[in-house]
C-alpha cells in the first residue's frame, strides 16, 4: 500500500450467505483519481461498494482509507471516516424537500453551508428546485440530488454505483461533465458504470471484474477505439 | 339496530343536553387512546413494523408502577384527608412511575434489538409474528404471577369531579383523573411534536421512516436509533398503561383492549402520522361514548371494529396518511 492511496482493498471475500460474489478482489484508488470499475451483471460490482461501504461484512481481506483499515465496520461508521456512496437505487428521502435530502447529507458530518455551496455550484438547477420535494422530480434530477447529497459531507472517497443508470443520454452527458469537475476539484471516486464510454471518458484507470475477480485493467489514456477489446475481456 | 336509530332521531331534543358531557368523556377517553396510538405510530415511524404486542407492553407498564410502588412508598402513612394523601403519596408515586419508565425503555430498547432488529429486512409477516410471540410472552409470566386476578390501582390523587361548563342548567363535568390525564397526554403530545419536528433527532427519524439505507448512506446509525425509538414508544405506551390501570382495573389482558383502540386510531389517522394518531384516538373515543348512549351500548365495544373496516375500505390510508406521488 503506498502513501499516495487514499482506498485499498486487498483479497476481498465477500457474499450474501452462502452465495459468494467476491472471491479476492484486489484494487486501489489513489488520491484525486477516479477508477471505473466494469464488468457484466452480476460480476460483484455493486457489492464490492456496498463492502466497502459496510453493508456487506468481508468473510477475508482488508479495505484501508488513508492507511486506516475500515474492515467490516458498519455503515455510519464507514460514512463517518470518510467514504459516502451514491447508490444505483438512490435511496433519497423522496418525501422530503431537495433541501431537507441535501441537509440530511450533513447532519452526521460535513459543513452544511460549505456543502449547500459546492453543491449549487456543481448543480444550479438544484438551487431552484430547492423547495421541490425529491420524489416529483425527474430521474436525472433525482440522481443530481443523490450526489449532492453525498458531496455535503466534504468526502474523503466517492462511491458512485450506475450514475448514469435509467438517465437520458443528455443527462448522461450532463453527469459526466460534473464528474469530470468534481474530479478537477480533486473528489476520488471509484465508479461503477455499465456505459463504457461515459466510463472510460471519466476515469483514469479502468478495472474489469468478473466472477468476483479483478482480471484486467489499465489506464484509460490512448484507449480511443480500442473499446472492443474491453467489451470482448467483460462479456466473453 | 335500525329502531334504535329510530329512536335516537325521535328523542333528539332529550338526548341533546346529555352530547356536551359525552363529547367531554370521549375527549378524556380519547386521549388516552391518542397516546396508545401515538406510541405506536413512534414504533411505525422507526421500523415500520405495526408492534401487535403492543397493547401487552401498555399493561406491563401499568403493572410495573404497581410492583414498584410498595417499593418506594416505604414508611409513609397515608393519611385520611386528601391533600395530605396528595401530599404523601404522589412523589412516591412519581418515582415509581418515572421507574416503570425506565423499565419500559430499556424493554423496548431490548426487545428491538435482540428480536426486531435481526428480522427486520425479512418478510413483514415474520416481524408481526414476532411482535405478537414477544405480547404473548409478556403476557403469559404477568398471568403465572397475578392469574387471571383483577386489581385495582393504587390511587395517586382523590376522585373529586369539577364542573367544567354548564349548558342550560345542565352541567357537564370531568373528574381529577380525566383532567390531569388530558394535561399529561398534552404535554407528551406537545413534547413529541418538538422533538419530532423541530430537533436533530427528529430529523434522523424523518429519514429512517423514508428509508433505513438511505439513512445509513448519510451517515445515521440506523440500529441505535431504532432502539432508542423503541424505547421511547414503549415508555409512551406504558404511561398510558398507567393510566389505564388507573382508569379501569389492572388486568393481564387488558392489552387486547387497548392494542385495538391503539389500533384502531392509527388506522383512521393514518399509518405514520404523528397528529393522525391523536385525532384519530380522539374521534374514536367520542364516537365510543356517543353511540354507546345514544345508539346502543354494544357500540363502546364494537366503534374500534368499525373503525378499522370502514377506514380500510373507504380510505385505507386514513386521515392524514402519506401518499405517494410520482412523477412519471
Known sequence: MDSNSRLHIAD??????????LRGVSLQVNQGEIVALLG???????????????????????????????????????????????????????????????????IIKGDEALGLRQVFDYFPRLSDRYDQQVS???????????????????????????????LSPLFVKEIGEITARMKADGVTMLLVEQNLRLALEISDRYLILRDGKVIDGGSTDNLEGSHDDI?????L | MIEQIQSVLTNWDAMLPVLPQLVVSGIAIGMLYALIALSMTILYRATTVVNFGHGDLVMLGAYTLFILLPMVTFNITLESSALSSLVSFVPPYLVALILSLC????????????????????PHLSL?????????????????????????????????EFEVFNWGGIGTYMTLDEIIFC????????????????????????????????????????MHHNNLIWGVGCSLGALGGVMIGLTLVLDP????????????????????????????????????????????????????????????????????????????
Open chain 1, 136 to 166: 416529483t422530480m425527474s430521474g436525472g434530477e433525482q440522481q443530481m440530488v443523490a450526489v449532492g447529497r453525498a458531496l455535503m459531507s466534504q468526502p474523503r472517497m466517492l462511491l458512485l454505483d450506475e450514475p448514469s443508470g435509467g
Open chain 1, 12 to 21: 476481498l471475500v465477500a457474499g450474501y450467505g452462502h452465495n459468494v460474489v
Open chain 2, 253 to 328: 389482558d387488558v392489552g387486547t383492549w387497548t392494542l385495538l383502540r391503539g389500533f384502531a386510531a392509527m388506522t383512521l389517522g393514518g399509518f405514520g402520522s404523528l397528529y393522525g394518531a391523536v385525532i384519530g384516538g380522539l374521534i374514536i373515543g367520542i364516537l365510543e361514548k356517543v353511540l354507546g348512549v345514544f345508539v346502543s351500548t354494544a357500540f363502546i365495544e364494537i366503534t374500534c371494529y368499525l373503525v378499522i373496516v370502514l377506514v380500510l375500505l373507504i380510505r385505507p390510508r386514513g386521515l392524514f396518511g402519506q401518499h405517494a406521488t410520482l412523477r412519471i
Open chain 2, 128 to 160: 408481526a409474528l414476532m411482535a405478537i410471540a414477544i405480547g404473548y410472552a409478556v403476557r403469559g409470566v404477568i398471568r403465572k404471577e397475578y392469574g387471571k386476578e383483577i386489581l385495582q390501582m393504587p390511587r395517586p390523587f382523590p376522585e373529586q
Open chain 1, 40 to 106: 457484466a451483471n452480476g460480476s460483484g460490482k455493486s457489492t464490492v461498494l456496498n463492502t466497502i461501504s459496510g453493508f456487506l461484512k468481508p468473510t477475508q481481506g482488508t479495505v484501508h482509507l488513508d492507511q486506516q483499515s475500515i474492515t467490516g465496520i458498519p455503515p455510519h461508521k464507514t460514512f463517518r471516516a470518510g467514504v459516502v456512496q451514491v447508490s444505483q437505487a438512490r435511496d433519497l428521502f423522496s418525501d422530503l424537500t431537495v433541501e431537507e435530502n441535501l441537509k440530511l447529507g450533513s
Open chain 2, 183 to 222: 394535561t399529561v397526554v398534552i404535554v407528551m403530545l406537545l413534547i413529541s411534536y418538538i422533538v419530532f419536528y423541530k430537533t436533530r433527532f427528529g430529523q434522523i427519524v424523518q429519514a429512517m421512516f423514508q428509508t433505513q439505507r438511505g439513512a445509513s448512506l448519510v451517515g445515521i446509525n440506523v
Open chain 2, 103 to 122: 423499565v419500559l425503555f430499556a424493554m423496548g430498547y431490548i426487545i428491538h434489538r435482540v428480536f426486531i432488529w435481526p428480522i427486520l429486512k425479512g
Open chain 1, 231 to 235: 467489451v470482448r475481456t467483460i462479456y
